[in-house]
């Protein structure tokens, strides 16, 4: 999927919702349960619930892998499951030398056929090229994560001028290839580094988690994060799929979306 495909179904869905199926087995209602494939089940619920709402879904491979061959099987069958012009995310966090990452790569954008990967930008621009030699397919780098331990390394000074290590891989970053086939990672706990984050990378798409469970909010998120072509997918995982109702939270995210559009879009 192209960036002003991403744009156009944006405004379409007055949405840049990403529905999180962060499906853990132990989480997923009772009813579901006695199917033969209970989290497949479950995610097609989900996804028939909130498909009007979203622009995408980011699938954390963590609660698929934990459950061996099966759970890439349910994996694949979720994503055919997804409608055609919605965004998908394979977040699955890679990065290793060059001649793995072709692997990773060949495993997410082909034989999945994910339009996107997150990734992790610590070993630097060998690690990440490989994803980038497929057309239409996007790397979503890590940049400044949501969890308290980002302060660990993200935040270092890395010279005098106290640049820190999460500015120079948004900056770094944009040598290895443009904004139509990189996003970023920035949580939604760190908006309050979204004005900065904006001057340096003005035209990036934006991949934010942290809103609902981890506290976030997606009004300042959008109030400094918004660019000219919305510029932001905004993820909830818990907070939708395992709330009473997954049709209405993403419904009311997507409601307040659209204030937050008629409010903040600048084109
Ligand atoms: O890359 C991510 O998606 C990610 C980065 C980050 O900094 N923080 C973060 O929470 N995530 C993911 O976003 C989702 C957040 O889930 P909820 O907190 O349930 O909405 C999980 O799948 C996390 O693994």
């Not at 498909?51 to 069958?77: H, L, P, R």
């Not at 690690?127 to 940049?143: G, N």
């Not at 908006?191 to 976030?216: D, E, T």
Request: with cysteine; charged share 20%.
């Amino acid at each position: 999927m192209t960036k002003e495909e991403l744009y156009q179904q944006i405004l379409q869905k007055q949405s840049y919702l990403c529905v999180g199926l962060d499906s853990d087995i132990e989480k997923i209602p009772a009813r579901f349960k006695s199917e033969t494939d209970p989290v497949l089940a479950f995610n097609k619920y989900i996804i028939d619930q909130t498909a009007d709402f979203c622009v995408g879904y980011k699938i954390n491979t963590a609660f698929y892998e934990s459950n061996g061959a099966a759970g890439w099987e349910t994996m694949q069958k979720t994503l055919a499951h997804i409608p055609q012009n919605i965004f998908t995310i394979a977040d699955a966090k890679r990065g290793d030398i060059g001649n793995t990452v072709h692997q990773y790569a060949k495993a997410f954008f082909k034989t999945l056929d994910f339009n996107s990967i997150t990734v992790a930008p610590y070993m630097g621009k060998d690690s990440v090229s490989p994803f980038l030699e497929y057309a239409q397919k996007w790397v979503i780098l890590l940049a400044l994560t949501s969890n308290p331990s980002s302060q660990d390394f993200q935040f270092l000074s890395i010279n005098q001028d106290k640049k820190t290590l999460f500015e120079e891989v948004l900056t770094r970053s944009q040598e290895w290839t443009n904004d139509e086939a990189m996003m970023y990672v920035v949580g939604a706990t760190q908006a309050s580094m979204l004005q900065k984050i904006r001057s340096l990378a003005p035209k990036h798409f934006l991949l934010v988690p942290g809103v609902g469970a981890q506290g976030g909010s997606l009004q300042e998120v959008s109030k400094y994060g918004m660019n000219s072509q919305i510029g932001l997918l905004v993820n909830s995982s818990r907070g939708i799929i395992f709330s009473e109702n997954p049709k209405e939270s993403a419904r009311k995210l997507q409601q307040e979306m659209q204030q937050h559009i008629e409010e903040y879009h600048k084109k």
